[in-house]
């Protein structure tokens, strides 16, 4: 069964270091998203893409993220200066988007901790 | 404000009942609700999905019923087994979500005991 992969499955960084996590997403699926969830907390949505382009975008989404589709099968998550707050596991998904009745496939995460 | 309300942080139940667990959320509206398996350190897995306009959903051993009036749904899962121990994550789609992003609840760490 085809599934989202996520490298690496964990990050240590200084705090003002930028990171990079990658996400292979479900081939043929259309809608990409960025997750995230601080330890013993719920899991909150920080960016949706499609067709190339962000869609929506929390307001944790700030400056210091961003997103990219650098080829047909990548899907990165940058942070440009990380902070503390920032360490958290980060979940990629994708979506084929055929309307309801499909859902979302998680990918196993990024444990991410900013030293 | 809005809120999603998972019922307790925690649930034990004895193996071989039924646990039921609580989804309730104020101030949203919901064009579906999905129910999710977390376990430790891992992404969490897809279980369920139940419409608007649907009452319940069965798959196996799990049930999902949606009351938009009460603004809740219920989960169960019938003839619990160890294996079902795991954090259960309620999520929304809201109606206008454009990218159909999921809002989700902070869960419920089910434990089953043999």
């Known amino acids: 069964e085809p599934e989202v992969t996520q490298t690496p499955s964990h990050q240590v960084t200084q705090m003002g270091q930028e990171v990079i996590l990658r996400c292979v997403p479900i081939?043929?699926?259309?809608?990409f998203y960025w997750y995230r969830q601080i330890l013993g907390q719920k899991v909150e949505f920080l960016v949706s893409?499609?067709?190339?382009?962000?869609?929506?975008k929390s307001e944790i989404f700030d400056d210091q993220f961003s997103v990219e589709r650098p080829d047909g099968s990548n899907f990165t998550l940058k942070i440009r200066s990380t902070k503390l707050e920032d360490s958290a596991m980060y979940f990629c998904a994708s979506y084929l988007g055929q309307g309801v009745g499909d859902t979302q496939y998680f990918g196993p995460g990024t444990r991410l901790t900013v030293l | 404000s809005q809120k999603i309300e998972q019922n307790s942080e925690a649930l034990n139940i004895q193996e071989g009942k039924t646990a039921t667990l609580t989804c309730n959320y104020t101030?949203?509206?919901?064009?579906?609700l999905q129910w999710y398996r977390q376990d430790p350190g891992r992404g969490p897995v897809f279980l369920l999905l139940i419409r608007e306009n649907e009452k319940e959903k069965r798959k196996e051993r799990l049930k999902v019923t949606f009351d938009t009036t009460l603004k809740q749904s219920l989960f169960h899962i019938t003839a619990s087994q160890p294996a079902d121990s795991a954090t259960y994550l309620c999520a929304l789609v809201l109606s206008g979500a454009g990218s159909y992003q999921l809002t989700f609840g902070k869960g419920t760490k089910l434990s089953v005991i043999p």
């Open positions: 101030n949203y509206s919901p064009a579906y």
């Open positions: 081939s043929n699926h259309l809608y």
């Open positions: 893409f499609y067709n190339n382009e962000i869609s929506e």
